[in-house]
């Protein structure tokens, strides 16, 4: 238990960001831009795009901060920021948080390997479970700004988990994620795992609710 209270404290050293006040009302004017790739709700169609609908202020606020300043790079993302203000980054925030997210079924395949890694991590490995940061039901904790994992695209998770893992191992490479702070918490537990587990973690979080 101290073990885990140690780790979301750590996380929220690395996830800490300015809090702005966002106007949903506005906020809905200010990503219509942004429906074309992540859906008129913040529930994108396509699961190489995530689904920003129900996921706390505090997280999106943070990532679009970290995209525009390429702290976080996304090439499907150039542009799209710029010439935004922290205010304007606010009120999108607000929107897609006040949105509701949409739960995908989880496919049949290593459900239990998915839940067990989700649940109890792995002490063999040093792995913390995922409910520590990101609660059982996969609603993160938007105060915190831990992100709300639940029913989000699997393949998009995947893809997250292996680019902090790359983070891990190489936090030059142009496909590394390293936004998670300099306690490096995510990189660290996807460092642990393997493509396999990835793929069976992602797989249960998208049925998550």
Do not use: W
């Not at 831009?33 to 920003?52: F, I, R, V």
């Not at 039901?137 to 992100?147: E, K, R």
Request: neutral net charge; glycine residues 12%; contains cysteine.
């Amino acid at each position: 238990m101290k073990k885990v209270i140690a780790i979301a404290l750590m996380t929220l050293g690395a996830t800490g960001f300015v809090n702005a006040a966002g106007d949903a009302a506005a906020g809905k004017d200010k990503a219509l831009t942004c429906s074309a790739c992540h859906g008129a709700d913040g529930n994108s169609a396509m699961a190489m795009y995530p689904k920003l609908a129900g996921q706390g202020e505090k997280y999106l606020l943070k990532q679009m901060s970290d995209i525009k300043s390429n702290a976080r790079p996304v090439p499907m993302m150039t542009g799209q920021l710029d010439g935004k203000s922290e205010q304007d980054l606010a009120d999108i925030a607000a929107f897609y948080a006040s949105q509701t997210a949409t739960v995908n079924p989880a496919k049949d395949v290593d459900l239990a390997l998915g839940e067990k890694i989700y649940r109890s991590g792995d002490q063999e490995k040093g792995l913390a479970a995922c409910v520590a940061c990101h609660s059982p039901t996969g609603s993160g904790n938007a105060p915190a700004g831990f992100p709300h994992l639940g029913g989000q695209h699997a393949e998009y998770v995947e893809t997250q988990l292996k680019a902090f893992r790359t983070g891990y191992d190489d936090a030059a490479n142009a496909t590394a994620r390293v936004n998670d702070g300099d306690t490096m918490i995510m990189r660290g537990i996807a460092g642990k795992l393997s493509d396999r587990e990835i793929r069976a973690v992602s797989n249960y979080i998208s049925g998550l609710h």
